[in-house]
C-alpha cells in the first residue's frame, strides 16, 4: 500500500486535479485549490506522482456536498464538490494559463458563457453489464454503476433511464445512447441484440431505436431547432450535447464573425452544419468538410429540409482541401471555422489552413491545450483577437472554448 501524504494544493489543473508538491510535483484528485488535505499516492511517474485527497484538513469556502451519491465512483464528474462560481473560475485559471504558457499570448478572455448546473445533457452513453445493470463506468475501469439519474442529463433521459432498468429484454446489449430534444431516440450497441424485441423502446416511451447493424424502429433521428432552422441529427453522428449552450455559442461565433455578406466559407469539420446552417442566409456560400457519412447525410438533410441552395459537402479532410494556386489569386475561403476533436489540428492541417490564407479563423475547441498550441503555430500569420470560455459540461473539468483569428 502505498503511502498518505499531508499536502497544501497550488493551481488547478486540467483534469480535474491540483497542483501540490512533496518531494517533487504531486497531483491531487478531489481537493480544491488552497485546501490542506491528507492524500493517498495512487500512482509514481518519473516527474510526477498521483495521488488522491482522502481526508480534508483545511477546507476551501467553495467546497460544497456532491449532489448525486454516485459521485467519485461514476467517472462521469468531476467537480461536484465545488461551487459553480468557483468551477468557473477554475476553468478560466486552467485556459489563462494554456494560452500563456503553450499559445506564447497574454490576451484576456471575453465573457464566459454559462448556463444552468444540472439537467442540461441532451444525449447520454450508457453502459450495461452482462447481468442487466444501467449506469455508467466506474472511473479507470469496466465495472457498471448502477443509476437511477443522473443529475446532469435532460429529465426526458432520466425518465426513460428508469424505465429500462431492471428490463429483461435489454441483456447482450452493451449500450444504449439516449438523445432527446423535439423527440427522442434510442442507439443500441452489441453483438447479440434481438432486432424481433426493439418496440419494446416504443412501448416505454421512445420514438424511435437505431441498432448498430442500421436496422431502425420509428423514427432515425433526433430533430433540434437552430434560430427558426430545423436541424436533426442520426444517433452516430457527433452534436454538442448542451443544446441551450450550443445556440448561444453559434450566437456568439455569428457575432464575432462580423458582416460576411459576399463572402465564401469552410466549416472544417462541420458535423450536421451545426454552424454552416445558421450562417448560410447571410453568406454567399458555405463548404463543409466532414468526413462521418452518417454527419453528411444529416447535413444534407438539413440543406435540403430548410431549402438551402448556398450549401455543399466534401468528404475530405482539411489536409487535402482544394485551393487556388494562381498568383496573386484571392483566398477562396474568406473565413474558416475549424471544430476538430480533442487533439486539436494536424501539423499538415495547419499548414493547409495558412495555406488557404482566409482574412479570419473561428476556432472552436474542446481541448484548452491544443487550442493554445494550435494558436501559437499560428501565430506568426494570425492574431488571436478574442477568446472565450463556454461552459458547456458544469461539473465536469471539460472547457469549450471559441477563438477569433484575423489575418496580419
Same mark, same amino acid.
Given at each position: ?37 491528507? %492524500?493517498?499516492?495512487?500512482?509514481? @511517474? ?15 469556502? *467553495?467546497?460544497?456536498?456532491?449532489? &448525486?451519491?454516485?459521485?467519485?465512483? &461514476? ?14 473560475? =477554475? @476553468? ?54 448502477? #443509476?437511477?439519474? &443522473? ?26 445512447? =439516449? ?12 453483438? *447479440? ?13 421512445? *420514438? ?29 453522428? +457527433? ?7 450550443? #445556440? ?7 457575432? %464575432? ?39 453528411? %447525410? ?21 489536409? @487535402?482541401?482544394?485551393?487556388?494556386? @494562381? ?11 475549424? *471544430? ?25 475547441? &474542446?481541448?484548452?491545450?491544443? +487550442? ?37
Amino acid at each position: 500500500m502505498m503511502e498518505q501524504l499531508e499536502l497544501q494544493t497550488e493551481a488547478p489543473l486540467y483534469g480535474g486535479l491540483c497542483l501540490s508538491r512533496h518531494d517533487g510535483v504531486v497531483f491531487v484528485k478531489g481537493a480544491i485549490p488552497g485546501e490542506r488535505v491528507i %492524500a493517498q499516492l495512487k500512482e509514481q @511517474k518519473r516527474d510526477y506522482s498521483i495521488a488522491e485527497a482522502i481526508e480534508i484538513l483545511q477546507r476551501s469556502e *467553495d467546497r460544497v456536498q456532491p449532489r &448525486c451519491p454516485v459521485f467519485t465512483v &461514476c467517472g462521469g464528474c468531476h467537480y461536484q464538490h465545488i461551487s459553480y462560481e468557483r468551477q468557473l473560475a =477554475i @476553468k478560466e485559471e486552467i485556459v489563462t494559463d494554456c494560452l500563456q504558457r503553450i499559445g506564447k499570448t497574454d490576451i484576456a478572455l471575453g465573457t464566459t458563457l454559462a448556463g444552468q448546473q444540472w439537467h442540461y445533457r441532451s444525449k447520454a452513453q450508457f453502459k450495461l453489464s452482462d447481468d442487466g445493470a444501467i449506469g455508467f463506468y466506474k472511473e479507470d475501469s469496466r465495472d457498471v454503476v448502477p #443509476l437511477d439519474e &443522473c443529475l446532469i442529463c435532460k429529465e426526458a433521459i432520466n425518465v426513460l433511464l428508469r424505465r429500462l432498468r431492471g428490463a429483461r429484454f435489454i441483456r447482450g446489449i452493451k449500450e444504449i445512447h =439516449i438523445l432527446t430534444g423535439k423527440n427522442t431516440i434510442a442507439y443500441v450497441k452489441g453483438p *447479440d441484440v434481438d432486432e424481433g424485441r426493439m418496440d419494446f423502446f416504443l412501448d416505454v416511451g421512445f *420514438d424511435g431505436v437505431v441498432l448498430e447493424n442500421g436496422h431502425c424502429v420509428g423514427e432515425s433521428h433526433c430533430g433540434f431547432t437552430i434560430g427558426g432552422l430545423s436541424y436533426t441529427v442520426s444517433a452516430q453522428t +457527433f452534436f454538442q450535447s448542451n443544446w441551450e449552450l450550443n #445556440l448561444r455559442l453559434i450566437q456568439r461565433l455569428s457575432e %464575432a464573425l462580423g458582416d460576411v455578406v459576399g463572402m465564401t466559407i469552410l466549416d472544417a469539420y462541420g458535423g450536421a452544419g451545426n454552424f454552416s446552417l445558421p450562417l448560410s442566409p447571410r453568406c454567399r456560400g458555405v463548404t463543409v468538410i466532414e468526413s462521418n457519412p452518417y454527419a453528411i %447525410a444529416d447535413g444534407k438533410r438539413n440543406i435540403e429540409s430548410n431549402q438551402f441552395k448556398n450549401i455543399k459537402y466534401i468528404s475530405r479532410p482539411l489536409e @487535402k482541401t482544394t485551393i487556388n494556386t @494562381k498568383p496573386k489569386a484571392p483566398p477562396p475561403y474568406e473565413v474558416v471555422i475549424v *471544430d476538430p476533436p480533442r487533439v486539436g489540428l494536424t501539423t499538415a492541417a495547419i499548414s493547409r489552413l495558412l495555406t488557404l490564407n482566409p482574412h479570419r479563423i473561428a476556432y472552436v475547441s &474542446c481541448n484548452p491545450a491544443t +487550442f493554445a498550441r494550435d494558436i501559437q503555430k499560428l501565430s506568426q500569420h494570425y492574431t488571436l483577437s478574442a477568446v472565450n470560455l463556454i461552459d458547456m459540461f458544469p461539473n465536469t473539468y471539460h472547457c469549450e472554448l471559441m477563438g477569433i483569428l484575423n489575418r496580419k
